[in-house]
């Protein structure tokens, strides 16, 4: 490593390597069923050294003698082997054993046979690995000590190889596992395990960091950090603490300079995580560190040098899975993570529940992103402070957090008391309310995530109830889930499979009493001929997005039919057709129209669309302007259900439009003689006011139609005149109207 030097010890100042006098012998196994072949060799090799260490001679009679001798003796790097010994091939069948089953495969094995013309053939040498073929008249002492140098020498070659090979094994599962640990600690504990285990010694060491508190121009402290074997007891000491000098001198060095030293028995190895940040390790080795090990030393310096500049990024990345950054508190996946844990610990008396704060989308765009901020603060800082006992408290969303505790704390009324108090945020007093959907934990071997659903579905309920809702799950609530979820297949599988169909309603001209209009009606009949309520499929297709496709096909389907009632003698009918808000917001719309009535080759003055108040919510002035585009283009617009939702007479001053039809729930009341009928009343005088044509829907007798006519109302559609029909139903009872008298 250029910037993290390993330095070794002088070999003058101390032994790198283990003594020769005290080196190992070289085990060579005499195989040999002839008692003189084992003298001979023990004469010739007496005194024998080779590559600096003796020899020492393990002796079997027979091929068996041998395999118990292999099975049970360890580091023999040759073999002398007869060829011909109880049989003729049992030399080679003993080589196939020890290269097959045993698996010795670094062990060098030299065939001797005192028969000439039993030499194994070249692909039988090739085969079995045999290191080299001698006869046994050609095994002079000098011959012999040439074919052993080599066999051993190839032997220890290979040893060297397979070291390295574990070595580097070792190294890339070290660098697997620290990418996984969970900060420097137990990175550092780690680095004590890889070295030792690379070394093949205990993990007698410890590794110390330096310490993040230093300031100004004071010394450094060095702080151990993790520590292993004899050692363990030095967690968190300073390094000038500690009662070994050696070890303290050769980390503090290590830290100071930022470079490493191994020497014959211990090592202190630095490692970087930047410029100016680094920990250093300390191994005790109890035996001498080979050459092969310092090779592989550098190579692993150098490769956990790049995981330690990781350590903290990956720290970063695992604290930012489970904790929100804004908040600080543990997040959405921390939820479920916890929720597990408490669900396998078991236990009664759980609650889950999720609390949004009602508005705060409108209140962070009036009032600015810092208020939003503050807002979310005060409201983790409410749930965390004033519900009672211990709660684990997570931020899921935006302005959504989770509460997790006992059934007994996370309840409706425990958490809407956290609210009662206004906020006061830039010195200001700011009422906040929130909806809360809550699941009590019954123990039932489901998820986390599942409860989680379960909540979700209970915060939508209270959202739709108001402000300042409770709602807890319930399976009737899961059950309705279910089947809107049901409806919403089927629906999707409808609309594929052309199953939807239209009806039309006559709109008729009170004065005259001629048919002016027709409002084409979707409708949905499953294979039983069961039909589905408008009020049932219509808001899930609007939810799910789905109604974008079916109002495009409905626009196209519904012009087509007024080409053929036009062509059929009725040239002067409009055609209404209802558009959702969600079709309104999509940027082509106004395209989709103008396409529609292009290839149905309908003139612009025969379209009239149907809006509702609900389409100035998404922006007053967008819907002016879009509203606006399509009068220009010649289409007529009426504003649907009219005192039913948001209305505003600001609005409807505003909104360009041309008809405004009230709502049949009106002209039940005004049958009935209840206040609505005054409702009624007053909407027909207001659009008279403004300039605009009245239309009441839901006439269903000659008394309704006689008095909305004489307040002022232009036009009417109701059972009174007509259900919804099919086409062949609709053009046949215009026929009827026509020809009547």
Known sequence: MSDDPLVFQDEEDEVAGPSADFAPPWRILVVDDDADVHETSRF?????????????????????????????????????????????????????????????????????????????????????????????????????????????????????????????????????????????????????????????????????????????????????????????????????????????????????????????????????????????????????????????????CTNIALCAKNVDLVSELRRDAFIDRQMGLPNRTALVCELNARLRAGGPGGALAIVDVDQFASANDVLGHDYGDALLRQTAQRLAGALPGEVFLARLAGDAFAVLGDAAVVDGPNIQACFREPFVIEEVRHPVSVCAGGVRLTGDHRSGIEYLKDRYLALKR???????????????????????????????????????????????????????????????????????????FIPIAEQSGLIVGMGNWLLQIALLALQRFRAQGFPRLRMAVNVSPIQLRQADF??????????????????????????????????????????????TVAIDDFGTGYSSLSYLERLPADRLKIDRSFMRSLASGTAGGRIARTIIVLGRELGLKVLAEGVENEAVAAEVAALGCAEAQGYHYARPMPEEAFVAWLRARQDAP
């Not at 409808?494 to 709109?507: C, H, I, K, S």
């Not at 409002?519 to 069961?530: G, K, N, S």
């Not at 989709?592 to 149905?600: F, G, N, S, W």
Request: charge should be negative; proline fraction near 3%; include cysteine.
């Open 462 to 536: 209270a959202k739709a109830q108001g402000l300042g809702q409770t709602v807890v799950y319930s399976r009737e609530l899961g059950s309705e889930a279910r089947e809107r979820a049901q409806l919403l297949r089927d629906l999707r599988l409808a609309f594929d499979q052309a199953r939807l169909f239209l009806v039309y309603q006559p709109q008729v001209d009170l004065a005259t009493g001629r048919v002016v209009g027709v409002e084409a009606l979707l409708r949905w009949a499953r294979d039983d001929a069961t039909e589905i309520s408008p009020n049932c």
């Open 44 to 300: 010739a090799m007496a005194g024998l050294r080779i590559l600096g260490r003796p020899l020492a001679l393990l002796h079997a009679m027979s091929g068996r003698e041998a395999l118990e001798i292999l099975r049970s003796e360890g580091n023999i790097a040759v073999i002398l082997l007869d060829v011909v010994m109880e049989s003729e091939d049992a030399g080679l069948r003993l080589v196939d054993i020890i290269r097959s089953d045993l698996k010795l495969l670094n062990t060098r094995i030299i065939l001797r046979t005192g028969q000439p013309g039993h030499a194994p053939e070249c692909e039988t040498i090739a085969r079995y690995d045999i290191n080299d073929y001698k006869t046994k008249s050609e095994l002079t002492q000098e011959k012999l000590f040439a074919s052993l140098t080599a066999a051993i020498r190839s032997y220890d070659q290979l040893l060297r190889l397979d070291a390295n090979r574990r070595g580097l094994e070792k190294i890339v599962a070290a660098s697997n596992q620290f990418i996984a640990d969970q900060g420097l600690q137990a990175f550092a504990e780690g680095v004590i395990t890889q070295i030792a285990g690379l070394l093949g010694v205990e993990p007698e060491g410890l590794v110390c960091a330096a310490a993040e508190d230093s300031r100004g121009d004071a010394p450094r402290e060095y702080r151990v950090i993790a520590a292993a074997g004899h050692f363990s007891h030095l967690i968190q000491q300073r390094l000038s603490e500690l009662d070994d000098p050696w070890i303290a001198s050769q980390l503090v060095a290590a830290l100071r300079d930022r470079s490493s030293a191994v020497h014959p028995r211990s090592m202190a190895l630095y490692f970087r995580k930047s410029d100016d940040e680094g920990f250093a390790a300390f191994i005790d080795s109890a035996k001498p560190i080979r050459e092969v090990d310092r090779e592989l030393l550098e190579v692993f």
């Open 590 to 635: 106004l395209a989709q129209v103008q396409e529609a009535l292009a290839e149905t080759g309908v003139a612009a003055d025969g379209l009239e669309l149907e809006v509702t108040e609900s389409i100035a919510v998404g922006g007053l002035e967008s819907a002016v302007e879009l509203l606006g585009n399509l009068r220009a283009m010649g289409i």
